[in-house]
């Protein structure tokens, strides 16, 4: 900066006047100098608030819908950069090299010379002690035709040298350095296989980042700052809630530090911490949907204020945003589970219910944090406690925690928890080891065994065991709806549908699997799936939230209402979307952007 050479008083009196008049006056700057947060510094968010709302489908709606995990193999395809997607950096080496077994994996990717936002900076050479001298990553992988073929365009900075292929082949020249095109066949199921070969040859720390991957007729659309996929807005915009769950990567979740979130600018979404706050807050916004977000089990209490200061200041104010602690924390099939379990016995002692007691003290803290920080606006902030529907009683150890109360603290129920959640699931009990020879001999009747298999999921009383029809699911409706009228809370589903899928090892019974995934598909499911729905209005719940929006079927279950985004309908998806236009939201102040 130059020198400012001041000859008079006069001189000196306009220029502040006019500093003063510059800082106050044009937009930004006085907020450059009034951010002040030395203890809990945040980032710019980077997230606009909405200014012209245009999406309105879902001002009434009475659904939220759950947003399937992102990965390379998902169906959803939410962003128009592919690489946001991309598999986690494999490391690899080529045949004939020391130590080189032409493996597929050399499983070294702790020994990567990443920088901070998960970009390969070096390679080794053949002769250094690591095994890799390259590093792969795979896109859209074994989705055969549900993903666009056609040109993509590869934009990175950097130099050094990346190979294409399974899909996708290079059209050498059509393309320049840091710009290939690539012609992409997804019929073959392969997916875009993307390798590096050589990244920073001059050694002066210009490394190949920043690596896209964009449908050539996407190019300008991503170019005007457009992040997803027209075609996933187009199948969620109807929904009043969006539900990031598997966005976050909750189950499981190494999230801990506030320091350690994910960024934007992070190498993929599938890894590293998930989506960051910023992308999720830009969709709800987009979208004028109200997003609901699940504390990491592990968070500090300074990551969920940090957490909830960036969604404050991000978030359109006219929307509100539904805040649970992780995720089934009752489910021994998470690691948040044993988790509470381990933390709820140190602090109380050997005690059986202590998972329990301590997920109802953590989300009592996160809620008294979120609503700290919003302040006069904690309205804004809807605090959600779930527990297991098939678990009767188990909920009152967390609404009441009664060991947390003996050291002198409120029941958490009445730490600002707004609803208690259950799941909306039915199954009929179909995939439980004892239905096996039963539903089996169904498969061999004239109609294939759906007549008989949707008269046990619609009303039961056909399968031994554990009782899980709609008929069934109704009566758990009741008797929790009576539980929060008693504590005066909401009751949500947090996750519902149908749950038709094997399980301890029946999962692996291909002829079931084949046969639950086509009852996914079949006309009957819109029926059920409405019946279910009036239900839940019936009893007098408050938001049902179906999971999740757009997934593949598989052994481990069919849980998309769609199974790939260019789908046009299914059963399970008319009947969401029909009970939303005849149903509008029926409880006080449920408009999105109302009380």
Not at 7 to 21: A, D, T
Not at 374 to 390: I, Y
């Amino acid at each position: 900066m130059s020198r400012l050479n001041v000859r008079s008083k006069n001189q000196v009196i306009g220029f502040l006047i006019g500093l003063l008049i510059f800082v106050i006056f044009i937009p930004g700057c006085w907020d450059l100098t009034t951010k002040n947060s030395p203890t809990t510094p945040i980032a710019n968010p980077k997230v606009p608030v909405a200014t012209e709302v245009k999406n309105t489908s879902n001002a009434s709606s009475s659904l939220g819908i759950g947003l399937s995990g992102i990965a390379d193999w998902s169906t959803q395809l939410p962003f128009l950069d592919a690489f946001k997607s991309s598999r986690q950096w494999i490391t690899q080496c080529t045949s004939g090299q020391p130590n080189c077994k032409g493996e597929w994996d050399t499983e070294e990717y702790k020994l990567l010379n990443l920088d901070e936002n998960g970009w390969v900076k070096s390679l080794p050479s053949p002769e250094d002690a690591p095994k890799y001298t390259k590093v792969s990553t795979l896109l859209l992988r074994e989705i055969p035709n549900l993903y666009p073929s056609g040109q993509y365009i590869v934009t990175y900075e950097g130099e050094g040298a990346i190979e294409y292929n399974f899909d996708a082949q290079k059209d050498d020249a059509a393309s320049k350095p840091g710009r290939d095109i690539i012609n992409v066949d997804a019929t073959k199921g392969g997916g875009i296989f993307i390798t590096i070969t050589a990244t920073d040859p001059k050694k002066t720390g210009n490394y190949i980042r920043n690596i896209k991957v964009i449908r050539s007729q996407d190019e300008q659309l991503s170019q005007s700052g457009e992040i997803f996929n027209p075609l996933f807005i187009e199948k969620i915009k109807n929904f009043r809630v969006l539900r990031f769950m598997d966005w976050m990567g909750t189950n499981g979740s190494e999230q801990k530090e506030w320091s350690n979130r994910p960024k934007p600018e992070s190498v993929s979404y599938a890894y590293r911490g998930n989506v960051p706050i910023e992308i999720m807050v830009n969709l709800a916004n987009k979208l004028q949907a109200e997003p609901w977000v699940n504390m990491p089990h592990q968070a500090t209490d300074e990551y969920m204020t940090n957490f909830a200061k960036m969604v404050k200041d991000s978030l359109d104010p006219k929307l509100k945003v539904y805040v649970e602690y992780s995720n089934e924390v009752w489910n021994w099939s998470f690691p948040q589970s044993n988790y509470a379990l381990e933390q709820g016995k140190a602090k109380w002692g050997d005690k059986g219910d202590a998972f329990m007691q301590w997920h109802g003290m953590r989300t009592a803290q996160m809620c008294d944090i979120w609503k700290g920080v919003f302040g006069d606006e904690k309205n804004r902030v809807v605090c959600v406690l779930g527990t297991q529907r098939a678990w009767r009683d188990l909920e009152t150890y967390s609404l009441e925690c009664s060991y947390w109360v003996a050291e002198g603290n409120k029941p958490c129920y009445q730490h600002g928890i707004d609803a208690l959640a259950i799941a909306g699931y039915f199954s009929g009990n179909l995939g439980a080891k004892e239905s096996v020879s039963k539903v089996e001999s169904w498969l061999k009747e004239p109609d294939g065994g759906f007549s008989k298999a949707f008269k046990q999921l619609k009303e039961g009383g056909l399968l031994p065991g554990f009782k899980d029809s709609l008929p069934d699911v109704a009566n758990d409706f009741k008797y929790f709806l009576d539980v929060v009228k008693k504590k005066n809370l909401k009751l949500f589903v947090y996750e519902g549908g149908q749950h038709i899928v094997g399980i301890e090892g029946v999962e692996n019974n291909e002829k079931l699997t084949k046969f639950f995934m086509e009852l996914n598909r079949r006309p009957e499911m819109y029926e059920l799936y409405t019946q279910l729905l009036n239900s839940w209005k019936e009893t007098g719940g408050n938001l049902f939230v179906h999971f999740v929006d757009v997934s593949g079927f598989s052994k481990w279950g069919s849980w998309g209402a769609l199974e790939y985004v260019e789908q046009k309908s299914s059963p399970k998806y008319n009947a969401l979307m029909d009970f939303m236009n005849k149903n509008p939201c029926w409880w006080d102040g449920c408009a999105v952007g109302g009380g």
